[in-house]
């Protein structure tokens, strides 16, 4: 039975190459791109892979994009991967053997292993995301950071298999403050309507900080742990500022 690898893209291209060359045995490819203004299209295209569009507009994330891909795929099992995620050759071939007698999952959680300064970052494994399901089993909400609805039973690749994990490559220091700013523009479209106290621009990063750093274990990980964890805070806190900021701009725009 074929399996079809999705791809989410937009400006892309730093590590599409190499992401492509992992999945080059799989039966398609195919590329969702929010009209990249990069070479991410040619690269694409240079692996074989099929190219759809979704128009980029004002969105700032692959979410309201992802339903678009989905059924663009050919075949009904699906592989959904992000252009900075790895797929090993050990989970390549445990995934079509699942799907001899997949009995009644229509739906596989995927560890990944995250990374930062290219360290594992062992404390936030195995961060389970659902990318693996049959085509018209599945629906994704189009908000940032949305969890994946999917009509039957789920199943979790074991954990303790760590060469079935997605490797998810880590973003340079200015591609995480890239990520950051454009992804708490969205979250201010899905958490719209949402009070923001003054306590909370206080507590909210604390408590992302304590969690990262001290309940997950960051602090074990040295200096990659510690920039994840103030990386979590910072983006906790901005997130509650760009909330603030939209619930109050009639207060501001009236101010004298």
Same mark, same amino acid.
């Given at each position: 039975?074929?399996?079809?690898?999705?791809?989410?893209?937009?400006?892309?291209?730093?590590?599409?190459?190499?992401?492509?060359?992992?999945?080059?045995?799989?039966?398609?490819?195919?590329?969702?791109?929010?009209?990249?203004?990069? !070479?991410?299209?040619?690269?694409? @295209?240079?692996?074989?892979? @099929?190219?759809?569009?979704?128009? &980029? *507009?004002?969105?700032?994330?692959?979410?309201?994009? @992802?339903?678009?891909?989905?059924?663009?795929?050919?075949?009904?099992?699906?592989?959904?991967?992000?252009?900075?995620?790895?797929?090993?050759?050990?989970?390549? %071939?445990? /995934?079509?053997?699942?799907? #001899?007698?997949?009995?009644?999952?229509?739906?596989?959680?995927?560890?990944?292993?995250?990374?930062?300064?290219?360290?594992?970052?062992?404390?936030?494994?195995?961060?389970?995301?659902?990318?693996?399901? /049959? %085509?018209?089993?599945?629906?994704?909400?189009?908000?940032?950071?949305?969890?994946?609805?999917?009509?039957?039973?789920?199943?979790?690749?074991?954990?303790?298999?760590?060469?079935?994990?997605?490797?998810?490559?880590?973003?340079?220091?200015?591609?995480?403050?890239?990520?950051?700013? %454009?992804?708490?523009?969205?979250?201010?479209?899905?958490?719209?309507? #949402? &009070?923001?106290?003054? /306590?909370?621009?206080?507590? #909210?990063?604390?408590?992302?900080?304590?969690?990262?750093?001290?309940? #997950?274990? *960051?602090?074990?990980?040295?200096?990659?742990?510690?920039?994840?964890?103030? !990386?979590?805070?910072?983006?906790?806190?901005?997130?509650?500022?760009?909330?603030?900021?939209?619930?109050? %701009?009639?207060?501001?725009? !009236?101010?004298?």
């Amino acid at each position: 039975m074929p399996i079809s690898v999705v791809m989410n893209t937009y400006n892309a291209s730093e590590h599409l190459d190499r992401v492509l060359r992992e999945v080059k045995d799989f039966d398609e490819i195919v590329i969702c791109d929010m009209e990249s203004t990069d !070479n991410t299209v040619e690269i694409a @295209r240079s692996h074989g892979a @099929r190219v759809v569009t979704f128009p &980029k *507009g004002n969105h700032t994330c692959a979410e309201p994009a @992802r339903n678009f891909a989905i059924q663009s795929a050919s075949n009904e099992w699906v592989l959904l991967i992000d252009a900075d995620e790895i797929i090993p050759e050990a989970l390549r %071939r445990h /995934l079509y053997e699942f799907i #001899k007698n997949p009995g009644d999952v229509r739906g596989v959680f995927i560890a990944r292993k995250n990374f930062m300064l290219n360290r594992f970052s062992a404390f936030t494994y195995p961060d389970y995301q659902m990318r693996f399901f /049959l %085509r018209d089993h599945i629906d994704w909400p189009p908000y940032v950071h949305a969890h994946p609805v999917v009509d039957g039973r789920v199943a979790n690749l074991p954990a303790e298999r760590q060469d079935l994990a997605m490797l998810h490559i880590p973003p340079s220091i200015n591609g995480m403050l890239d990520r950051m700013n %454009r992804y708490t523009d969205a979250e201010v479209i899905k958490r719209s309507g #949402k &009070k923001v106290s003054y /306590l909370s621009f206080i507590t #909210k990063p604390f408590a992302r900080f304590f969690k990262s750093y001290i309940l #997950k274990g *960051g602090i074990r990980n040295g200096v990659s742990g510690l920039l994840t964890a103030v !990386n979590d805070s910072t983006y906790c806190f901005y997130r509650q500022a760009k909330l603030y900021e939209h619930l109050h %701009r009639d207060d501001i725009f !009236n101010a004298k």
